[in-house]
């Protein structure tokens, strides 16, 4: 359903129980809320779970970039606001755990337990540079200029190879990702450096990252995991980028125990 929000028309999914837990779910750039399809299952029988389209993305209104990483997370908080949701445990893959960070850093009383999976608070200047080029890219050629090398970043070459289940799916959620919301959505993440912040971060917190993942390393989340006291990592073999589709179920199972552990004394 499409909600306009105080900052956006924005698309979400709403399932589970009215009264359980909400779980608020962020996607990565270039996809949509369907990358939380193989998470979808295993949530929504325990919890009221709310997946929504970034800015640009999917079926959320595109305007014009560039957009800001503070602009996405009062996105969510808008979204938050306008389903009546006070509090909610928070999950975002890539982008959307950079969304989650700046959520968790500015509005820290809005979320419960948070959730970073294959993602980093940092953009060195090499990284930057290769989403300029990205950005040129797509501007040039469309997504389909894009697709192909950026499926060979976010599985790895045998889960790739073999087409393991999802890939077609997400070749066709960036296919489908309009050109301006990729697009604004790279510029806001250009230059991304919380790393000084994330010691202010006081929320129970699950690092979760592929062995595999060339753009968000091992490296990455160790570095937010340092940062965030009492944060926990796990580091998923055999993934990518997109670990929560290539380990599906043992991403679910990650994600439903933390979740559900009893609240630290």
Not at 59 to 67: G, I, L, R
Not at 210 to 222: R, S
Request: proline fraction near 7%.
């Amino acid at each position: 359903m499409r909600i306009r929000t105080a900052t956006l028309e924005t698309n979400c999914e709403v399932s589970g129980p009215r009264d359980a837990p909400v779980v608020l779910l962020s996607h990565a750039l270039g996809t949509s809320l369907h990358l939380w399809d193989p998470q979808l299952a295993a949530l929504e029988s325990r919890f009221r779970v709310v997946r929504y389209d970034i800015r640009g993305h999917g079926e959320s209104e595109v305007p014009p970039a560039p957009y800001s990483l503070a602009g996405l997370a009062a996105d969510a908080i808008a979204l938050l606001d306008a389903l009546g949701v006070a509090q909610a445990s928070f999950a975002g893959i890539s982008l959307g755990g950079m969304i989650g960070q700046v959520m968790a850093l500015r509005h820290p009383g809005r979320i419960v337990r948070l959730i970073l999976g294959d993602t980093s608070a940092r953009i060195p200047p090499e990284g930057t540079q290769a989403l300029r080029e990205r950005i040129a890219l797509a501007r040039r050629g469309g997504m389909a200029a894009l697709v192909e090398a950026t499926l060979a970043r976010w599985f790895t070459p045998r889960f790739l190879a073999a087409e393991g289940p999802g890939v077609a799916m997400i070749r066709h959620l960036f296919l489908r990702t309009p050109v301006e919301g990729y697009v604004g959505c790279a510029e806001a993440i250009c230059g991304l450096d919380l790393l000084g912040e994330l010691p202010r971060i006081g929320l129970p917190t699950l690092i979760v990252v592929g062995e595999e993942d060339p753009g968000t390393p091992v490296a990455a989340a160790q570095a937010i995991h340092e940062r965030i006291a009492g944060s926990r990592l796990e580091i998923l073999p055999s993934a990518s980028h997109l670990a929560n589709v290539e380990q599906a179920e043992r991403f679910n199972r990650l994600l439903l125990e933390f979740l559900e552990a009893a609240p630290a004394a």
